[in-house]
């Protein structure tokens, strides 16, 4: 079966600035890559030591694909979203996905959200990947929007010191959104106003992907509990301007699996992207 339209245009998309490009030009690569030679074989090739995948809480990723045989099943995607750090060593893309129903001639449908890092070497690598299901969208995204534009901020990477300063207010400002996500009595609208960012992007099962008030409308529906699972990994660019947290494991099956993208604005981390998924009981 053909790529669907949206992903075929995608796919070509120019990024709008050079310091996202190579980001939109690996994830191109990475999605060209399942085509030509199957999906596992092109995870293996472009996940990262260390990385993680969502099955439905985070594992090692290259353990659990290691492990999978390829179906030889059609996977599609591309990017309509990327963000870049002010250091140029850490990024992000999200966008639409399709892939073959088991068992229909239909296609399923979805959004994925990867956090890329740029190697030593100089080679993008993706660092976590994870991503929801919903219904086919109504109207395909129109080139590639930036969120996150390296070059915002200061480009100079950060003192080892800074950093680690960076890193632990970011744990303690995810772990203060936890509490606060375990709490059934919390008030959530008011606890999204003030942990997200103003351009908050919310990733849910079932739900288009939605920015703004209606990202913050939809966090604020989540189920209690859900988004507050502990916590498993966490990474910070050497710019201390973007980051991302995960989090969630079987000893929870209440507090589901979370994933955010994080930007520090005006002296605070805030929620840029939030990606949180109920598991089954």
């Not at 996202?20 to 030679?37: G, L, Q, T």
């Not at 594992?59 to 694909?65: F, I, K, P, R, S």
């Not at 209440?254 to 993208?261: F, V």
């Amino acid at each position: 079966m053909p790529i669907p339209f949206v992903l075929a245009a995608l796919l070509t998309a120019a990024a709008p600035d050079p310091m996202s490009a190579p980001i939109v030009a690996a994830e191109n690569a990475f999605s060209a890559d399942a085509r030509r030679y199957g999906v596992r074989l092109a995870f293996l090739a472009h996940f990262d030591a260390g990385s993680w995948l969502f099955r439905p809480y985070p594992v090692d990723a290259l353990a659990a694909l290691a492990r999978d045989a390829d179906d030889g099943a059609p996977l599609e995607w591309g990017p309509d979203t990327v963000g870049v750090s002010a250091s140029g060593d850490m990024g992000f893309t999200s966008g639409p996905w399709s892939a073959h129903a088991a068992g229909t001639d239909g296609l399923v449908h979805g959004h994925f959200l990867t956090v890329w890092k740029r190697g030593d070497d100089g080679i993008w690598r993706v660092e976590v990947d994870g991503g929801i299901s919903h219904p086919a969208l109504a109207k395909p995204a129109a080139g590639i929007d930036v969120v996150v534009r390296g070059g915002d901020a200061a480009a100079t990477a950060l003192s080892r010191d800074e950093i680690a300063t960076r890193r632990a207010q970011l744990e303690k400002t995810d772990d203060v959104l936890r509490r606060a996500l375990a709490d059934h009595a919390g008030d959530r609208a008011r606890l999204w106003l003030g942990a997200a960012h103003a351009d908050v992007r919310a990733l849910r099962a079932g739900h288009a992907p939605a920015t703004g008030n209606e990202a913050r409308d939809l966090l604020a529906h989540d189920a209690p509990g859900v988004g507050s699972g502990p916590r498993r990994a966490l990474d910070v660019a050497s710019s201390g301007d973007l980051a991302y947290t995960l989090g969630g494991d079987a000893s929870c099956a209440a507090c589901g699996a979370y994933y955010r993208i994080w930007r520090w604005q005006d002296g605070a981390w805030r929620v840029l992207v939030d990606l949180t998924r109920a598991t089954a009981r």
